[in-house]
């Protein structure tokens, strides 16, 4: 379906990739960020996670040769059963032309990844955590804050996932049950709406948490970051604004909103200890009504 070499290829063409000459204090700074982000949310959370062996600090073509087999591996499912339409050349075209694309976009505009490698057929490389460089840089510029004070706060986010991850060990499989199940439902021409709601509503769980340890981790004022993050994705231009909306971005902000709007009723009706059950099992994790009325999932799991 997808000339996967061929898309890489023509993203990274289309995309400076950025300097990579990090002085020495810098890498280890980077590094420290990362260790203080995870005992702090260690603290926080109660939590006893990993981070990963290596912390990559990549630039944007790094990023697209790391992503690159992240795509290709969800998408074998479906590829594997699709069956090739009456022009199938014309069809690998346009999907390698539609990859190139979002690899290019993506690589422009993301600043970390933690990366559980959902799919992954070794086990030992179970996660993975990236900082794109050129971007971070690039956005604390146009943002006007401290490139220092930026990235940290960027490795705090991304810790928090490993923190998620580590205190659930099922989720990595319930992510992809439901990603699976989808993705072979649409390849027979047919749409799981049980399965993607499903794993949007865990999405959702996974992106709040996220901003609840952040706010309660984070050892820095970060308010004015979030809220100038929040006016440069509302002021992009429009072709801009069509490529986050084709892409899925919309969608994860919106997770990122209503996540973060569910627990903190949650903590303000009870407190952090009650929230993190999200993280017993699956049948602990909120439904999409209960992500809207949070006094429904109280209901139904606070013990």
Do not use: C
């Not at 017993?280 to 009325?293: I, K, Q, R, S």
Request: proline share 4%.
């Amino acid at each position: 379906m997808i000339d996967w070499q061929s898309a890489a290829d023509a993203a990274k063409a289309a995309t400076e990739p950025g300097s990579l000459d990090v002085p020495a204090a810098e890498r280890e700074a980077y590094a420290r960020d990362v260790r203080e982000a995870r005992d702090a949310i260690r603290t926080v959370s109660g939590a006893e996670f990993d981070v990963p062996d290596t912390i990559e600090i990549q630039n944007r073509h790094h990023w697209i040769d790391a992503n690159i087999a992240t795509f290709e591996r969800v998408m074998g499912t479906l590829e594997s059963q699709v069956q090739t339409g009456t022009f199938p050349g014309v069809a690998r075209t346009v999907n390698t032309g539609t990859m190139t694309v979002l690899l290019a976009f993506l690589g422009r505009n993301v600043l970390g990844q933690y990366d559980p490698l959902l799919l992954a057929e070794t086990p030992a490389d179970d996660h993975a955590l990236y900082f794109v460089r050129p971007n971070i840089l690039n956005a604390a510029e146009k943002l006007d804050v401290d490139a220092d004070r930026f990235r940290r706060w960027i490795a705090f986010h991304e810790v928090t996932h490993a923190a998620e991850f580590g205190a659930a060990p099922w989720l990595s499989d319930h992510l992809e049950t439901r990603m699976e199940d989808g993705i072979a439902a649409l390849s027979d021409g047919s749409f799981n709406r049980a399965s993607f709601r499903e794993l949007d509503a865990a999405m959702t769980v996974v992106e709040g948490y996220a901003e609840l340890l952040m706010d309660h981790a984070f050892d820095d004022e970060y308010a004015d970051l979030r809220r100038k993050l929040d006016e440069r994705r509302q002021g992009r231009g429009p072709l801009q604004q069509l490529f986050r909306r084709l892409l899925g971005l919309g969608l994860k902000e919106r997770q990122y909103k209503r996540g973060k709007n569910f627990f903190e009723d949650v903590v303000s009706a009870r407190d952090l200890e009650t929230a993190s059950l999200v993280w017993e099992g699956p049948a602990y994790l909120p439904t999409h009504d209960e992500l809207d009325e949070p006094e429904l999932w109280l209901r139904r799991v606070d013990r």
